[in-house]
């Protein structure tokens, strides 16, 4: 049966810098190093990187690989999620996705999805829909 883990997660760091740049008149790509700490559901830390298109200055989106290593309930390992989503209007949102065979230890069968809203002064709320293969 899928269990489902609500979780908060805080901003820790958050690095952007440009890169690409071949087109001068094209749309602003940049590449960000993000870490977040989780709470709740979820208790660990996640470290992140990003690809973001800047459609506009205030628009964006992004796609993403996320290593977070803690617990689930009692389960103790890691896993990768995949990140993509927009950012518009001071509001990130997107959706996750556990990829398949990244997990170890007790979180070695996860699989699932989810999906996180944040704004720009508050932590993200992201729930997910996990389930084990035991």
Not at 44 to 65: K, N, P, Q, V
Not at 94 to 111: C, E, K, Y
């Amino acid at each position: 049966m899928p269990d489902t883990a609500e979780a908060t997660r805080t901003l820790q760091r958050w690095d952007e810098f440009p890169y690409g740049g071949a087109v001068a008149e094209g749309p602003k790509l940049t590449r960000a190093s993000v870490s977040y700490h989780y709470e709740d559901g979820m208790a660990g830390d996640g470290t992140l990187e990003y690809l973001l298109i800047y459609h506009s200055e205030t628009a964006a989106s992004f796609i993403g690989y996320e290593e977070f290593a803690g617990s689930i309930g009692q389960r103790n390992g890691s896993f990768i999620l995949e990140h993509r989503g927009t950012f518009a209007g001071g509001v990130a949102q997107g959706t996750v996705q556990v990829v398949p065979s990244s997990g170890t230890d007790d979180l070695a069968t996860i699989s699932g999805s989810g999906s996180f809203r944040s704004t720009e002064d508050n932590p993200a709320n992201t729930t997910f829909r996990l389930d084990f293969d035991i």
